[in-house]
């Protein structure tokens, strides 16, 4: 879009000044001027009676979309080990893949991952694309997207898929903005819609209504799909597929940044996000000091703790253990609430777990809705007393 003032037709007559609500226009010489800081709101269009000013709207080129083809997700790696959201990934793009009677292909980009490549295909690719160089070691912005990019304009894949994790959110929206298309992100859900499209599903407004995003003139449809909403391929070893080596070119390397060291948070119990069991705090826990109830629980049991965004604006935990829309995705076996009330940003992060237990005062708490079982009393009478019977057992 562009914007420009037609001399002609302006007389200087200032209403658009009047008009524009960012003080980007002014008159010089009985002619509007505009200001390099315009957005382009066109609240100076209407105001002006005499149409000396115009928006020219740029027409996006039509695409033809029958030239795309297959589902591709970005499998992620940290310190060469594959990450768990990548196998949730195989398994929602198997799916897709089966519904547009397409491959299905994986991205893998790192150093000595031949190995990696393999449990790719033995998760359900068919493809996979390997970058395989000591520059793409550890990720990077930069190479790490011009290379995405570059291959997504040869090969035209329809879906493209990554994590919602650090990483992806970080990655994905620069490539999409370097193949010009859309992006959906923190998707909980997604399906082929009856024309073909992909339907995009995620949490809008606080949680409170559940979007359904499609892209429907620009491809590739891209989207970041949340950790542990999805579930994960089963492996078959006995699976066959191509591993394509891409060549690295000198200006896929270059880079502005340097990694120096990766440095990860020690914690008395295991990554909340790949835990099995999780005890989670909220506002009912009235300190911080009080988490180390919770500790006990979780260390009895061999699992994680978590907290509701509560605690965490507290201070009372650090945001590494947050559960819930703002936070972390969960999807443990079991799932342990304390204290938390259940506002439904928590609830979306937590409620696929397979069983949820509720240890609450209030016996009209919103988590005794989603909860498996629950226990309606004083938390600080009822960890001690599953405690005190963990270790007896």
């Avoid at 970080?170 to 999409?176: E, M, T």
């Avoid at 340097?258 to 099995?276: P, R, W, Y």
């Avoid at 069991?277 to 061999?302: D, H, K, M, T, W």
Wanted: charged share 20%.
């Amino acid at each position: 879009m562009s914007i420009r003032v037609i001399e002609e037709k302006c007389n200087g007559c200032r209403l658009c000044v009047r008009a524009c609500p960012f003080g980007e226009i002014s008159v010089e010489e009985k002619l509007a001027v505009i200001g390099d800081g315009c957005t382009l709101c066109g609240a100076c269009v209407p105001a002006c009676k005499f149409g000396a000013i115009e928006i020219e709207v740029e027409r996006a080129k039509k695409i033809d979309l029958s030239q795309y083809s297959g589902v591709w997700i970005v499998a992620e790696q940290r310190r060469g080990k594959l990450q768990s959201v990548t196998f949730e990934l195989l398994g929602v793009g198997k799916e897709l893949a089966g519904r547009r009677a397409s491959e299905l292909s994986a991205i893998l980009m790192g150093h000595r991952m031949a190995a990696a490549a393999g449990e790719l295909i033995a998760g359900g690719a068919d493809s996979v694309y390997l970058i395989d160089s000591p520059e793409f070691e550890h990720y990077q912005d930069e190479p790490y997207s011009r290379v995405l990019s570059r291959l997504i304009n040869k090969w035209k894949p329809e879906i493209v898929l990554a994590g919602a994790t650090a990483i992806g959110r970080s990655l994905i929206p620069r490539v999409a903005v370097m193949v010009r298309t859309g992006l959906t992100a923190d998707c909980t859900g997604l399906s082929i819609g009856d024309d073909g499209h992909l339907l995009q599903t995620r949490p809008a407004f606080g949680g409170n209504i559940m979007a359904t995003i499609l892209t429907p003139r620009h491809r590739p449809q891209m989207a970041t799909v949340r950790h542990k909403v999805m579930k994960a391929a089963p492996p078959d070893p006995a699976r066959q597929g191509n591993v394509i080596n891409v060549e690295v070119k000198e200006s896929d390397r270059f880079t502005r940044a340097k990694v120096v060291d990766l440095v990860e948070e020690k914690e008395k119990t295991v990554n909340i996000a790949e835990a099995d069991l999780i005890v989670s705090g909220g506002r009912g826990l009235q300190a911080p000091e009080n988490f180390a109830l919770l500790e006990e629980l979780a260390l009895a049991l061999g699992g994680a703790i978590g907290a509701s965004r509560a605690a965490v604006d507290a201070g009372w935990i650090p945001y590494s253990h947050q559960v819930g829309q703002t936070g972390k995705t969960v999807q443990p076996k079991l799932y342990i609430a304390c204290g938390i009330s259940g506002a439904i940003q928590h609830l979306v992060g937590m409620q696929t777990s397979d069983v949820i237990v509720a240890i609450n005062k209030d016996p009209y708490a919103p988590i005794f809705q989603v909860a498996t079982y629950g226990i309606v009393g004083d938390l600080f009478e009822v960890i001690p007393l599953l405690v005190n019977k963990l270790r007896r057992r």
